[in-house]
């Protein structure tokens, strides 16, 4: 049983930061991509960041310089740092876990920028 729940959202103006964290629970085998989507409203779920197989980070470009992923591996959490936000980072926030077992999903986190 492998749950994520995240936290962390909420309503900033632009230019101001968020933190999100994704805690993980359950027995965990080997993890292909460990990361977070971004879902405006009507749009397709897009990965922003996320540790990959390999010991790699990927950033979209859109946000490089700006977002950064971060694991604690004691609490088994996996955060987000949003700063510098913009009006078109608003959406729901996902942490996604893709292992060799299977893909699991967190239900979600809103967060809104403001102009």
């Known amino acids: 049983q492998v749950r994520l729940v995240e936290s962390g959202g909420g309503l900033v103006q632009a230019g101001g930061s968020l933190r999100l964290s994704c805690q993980v629970s359950?027995?965990?085998?080997?993890?292909?991509?460990m990361g977070w989507y971004h879902q405006a409203p009507g749009q397709l779920r897009e990965m922003v960041a996320a540790?990959?197989?390999?010991?790699?980070?990927y950033v979209r470009n859109s946000v490089k310089g700006r977002f950064t992923i971060s694991r604690d591996a004691a609490t088994n959490t996996v955060y987000l740092q949003m700063n510098s936000l913009k009006p078109e980072d608003t959406g729901v926030y996902y942490c996604?876990?893709?292992?060799?077992?299977?893909?699991?999903w967190g239900q979600g986190t809103q967060v809104t920028v403001s102009s």
């Open positions: 996604a876990l893709d292992s060799y077992r299977g893909v699991y």
């Open positions: 359950g027995t965990i085998a080997s993890i292909k991509i």
């Open positions: 540790f990959i197989t390999g010991s790699s980070t």
